[in-house]
């Protein structure tokens, strides 16, 4: 039927309709109004002071962030001895169902507890989870109870778990204050199996997973932490980075492409570490100096502490790379395991510096972390595969620019 209405007051009607889409449109985009899935927070990893947050009390999906919480229960049964790194888990059918990400095991197949982590860290793996889930309680339901009831002894109040996995469920819910407080309790109860967090690449059955935390290649000081999406939640995603003695975590949640949660991380924690003061890693241990040190990269500068001349081996941009395979309670532990990886591959890490790194715990434990730097990105992951393949546990990480030559064993 023809609109017989003047022309002027259709005129008036379409412009007002107009008008409040456009208002619509404003208060869905205003950030008080945005999509309350957007949210982010920065807090530091010792204190737990907030240095950065918004809506990070707002309710959200945590999506794979999710397989923190079912870490933390795997590493409890390590720890408690309820299970080993080679228990083996079998798949159930159910488990084997589930939708990618996914390892594709097959109903009746096993999985090291050791693989079932690095399927969790670095691939996401749903199908891991659930087994994981299954073998812990029998059903991932009741998993996901015991999930919850950790959640809320963590002080993660706003914290619901549904499934082990991630996968979409209306009643899982989390915040970022909560995945900040997990990401922190992780890395005060479990600090030996953190190292499983930083690891970018993945090896089982002849195919090689890599990681989906790009950021753990392209931001100095990151180490670990967990990426997540679901249509519903956007792209999320927690990580923790050191510089110079200070430990920063970051959440991100409701980002709109993975490119976009790596580029708030960034300018998030750029901004925390500069308020701290914060310089990039100097990596330092508390070790005498050897008689003699191997050459490696640009000459040695000389300079002074007050206690006499220490040297300093400057790497350049090609050999800024190294390995970190275990932290220990005893230095001396950390330098055998060092020398360990060196001769196991004399040809690949001969040149290599062994550097013992102490990292000093909230409740004043230190663990020493053995490292071999001086090595090109190409050295570094092709020692760690050939290492993980003789089960020395191993993980890339990008070093410094320069070691104090009083840091370092030969």
């Known amino acids: 039927m023809a609109d017989t209405r003047p022309i002027e007051q259709r005129g008036v009607l379409r412009l007002s ?22 949210a982010s927070l920065v807090i530091d990893a010792d ?3 907030v240095l950065h947050a918004v809506n990070s009390d707002t309710r959200n999906y945590p999506a794979s962030l999710t397989k923190m919480m079912t870490l933390y229960k795997v590493f409890e049964a390590v720890k408690s001895g309820r299970w080993s790194m080679n228990t ?20 009746g197949e096993t999985i090291s507890v050791r693989d079932a982590i690095l399927a969790l860290t670095v691939k996401s793996a749903n199908d891991i989870a659930s087994a994981v889930a299954e073998n812990y309680s029998g059903k991932e339901r009741e998993f996901a109870l015991e999930m919850t009831a950790t959640a809320r002894r963590l002080g993660m109040d706003r914290t619901t778990f549904r499934n082990a996995s991630g996968l979409p469920h209306s009643g899982q819910l989390s915040t970022a204050r909560d995945m900040a407080k997990l990401a922190r309790a992780l890395l005060r109860d479990f600090p030996q199996y953190y190292h499983f967090f930083s690891r970018t690449r993945f090896d089982f059955d002849g195919v090689s997973h890599k990681t989906h935390n790009k950021l753990l290649l392209s931001y100095e000081g990151a180490d670990g932490f967990k990426t997540g999406y679901i249509r519903a939640s956007g792209f999320n995603l927690v990580t923790s980075a050191e510089r110079d003695g200070r430990r920063l975590i970051g959440v991100v ?11 708030l991380m960034t300018r998030f924690l750029d901004r925390a570490f500069a308020s701290l003061g914060s310089a990039p890693v100097m990596a330092k241990a508390d070790v005498p100096a050897p008689a003699s040190l191997p050459a490696r990269a640009d000459e040695p500068v000389e300079q002074g502490d007050g206690d006499g001349p220490t040297r300093v081996v400057e790497f350049d941009k090609h050999s800024r790379w190294g390995i970190q395979v275990g932290a220990f309670a005893q230095s ?27 990292l000093t715990k909230k409740n004043g434990k230190v663990l020493h972390r053995a490292r071999v730097y001086g090595l090109t990105k190409k050295e570094a992951y092709r020692a760690c595969k050939l290492l993980e393949k003789r089960r020395i546990p191993c993980m890339e990480l990008r070093g410094p620019e ?9």
């Open 17 to 38: 309709a107009m008008a409040a889409l456009v208002m619509l449109t404003v208060l869905m985009l205003t950030p008080g109004q945005a999509a309350a899935k957007y």
């Open 402 to 410: 320069s070691l104090e030559m009083a840091a370092l064993q030969s």
């Open 253 to 263: 949640f409701g980002a709109n492409s993975s490119s976009a949660r790596n580029h």
């Open 332 to 358: 001396e532990q950390a330098e055998s395991m060092a020398m360990k990886a060196r001769d196991t591959l004399p040809g690949l890490l001969d040149g290599g510096v062994v550097s013992i790194v102490p």
């Open 47 to 49: 204190t737990g002071e």
């Open 88 to 107: 083996r888990l079998r798949m159930s059918a159910r488990a084997a169902g589930q939708p990618p990400s996914k390892l594709g095991l097959k109903p």
